[in-house]
């Protein structure tokens, strides 16, 4: 998580409390009666072993009969290797174009990012890379299973990527 972002949400509400870790291992020290884990981020943990280790965690913050929601990544065979995007975005003062390629390793996606952003300060480049794991349905159902989460799968979901919803009953 960049800690700029969490710079800009501690100013934009004062009185929240904010913590930057890994999903795999944190600890909040409290369990929730709803745990959230959207837009796709599920996807960071890579690999078989970490995605169930993250679920362990997140289990472990939502109180029993609680319900744990998180939005997937893609599946395998989803992502295009090679694929290249351009999206433009621009207001009365700046310009960004942010393009991106996407190269396929196995079950892991690596997305180059990178930015042309103008201004009236001139104009500067900034990249970054992303490497999401990508993990079958069935992958996903049985991760959840084995840490003791009786889930159900939403074929829509939010943003059309679907959306396990678990409820803890351990």
């Not at 501690?10 to 009185?15: A, E, I, L, T």
């Not at 351009?86 to 196995?106: L, P, Q, W, Y």
Request: proline residues 3%; hydrophobic residues 40%.
């Amino acid at each position: 998580m960049e800690p700029a972002f969490v710079d800009i949400a501690r100013h934009k509400n004062p009185g929240g409390t904010f913590t930057r870790a890994d999903m795999v291992d944190f600890d909040l020290g409290r369990q929730y009666d709803v745990v959230l884990c959207l837009f796709s981020s599920i996807g960071y943990v890579r690999d078989l072993p970490r995605l169930e280790r993250a679920l362990m965690s997140l289990k472990r913050h939502t109180a029993r009969g609680g319900m744990l929601v998180v939005e997937p990544w893609l599946e395998p065979g989803a992502m295009q290797d090679g694929y290249v995007t351009c999206v433009n975005a621009e207001d009365e003062s700046r310009k960004v174009c942010r393009m991106s390629h996407t190269v396929v390793d196995g079950r892991v996606a690596r997305i180059d990012f990178e930015y042309l952003i103008g201004d009236a300060a001139g104009v500067r480049r900034a990249w970054e890379i992303h490497e999401l794991g990508l993990f079958t349905r069935s992958e996903m159902t049985v991760a959840f299973e084995s840490v003791g989460i009786e889930v159900e799968y939403d074929e829509a979901g939010i943003f059309g990527r679907g959306l396990y919803v678990g409820r803890c009953v351990a």
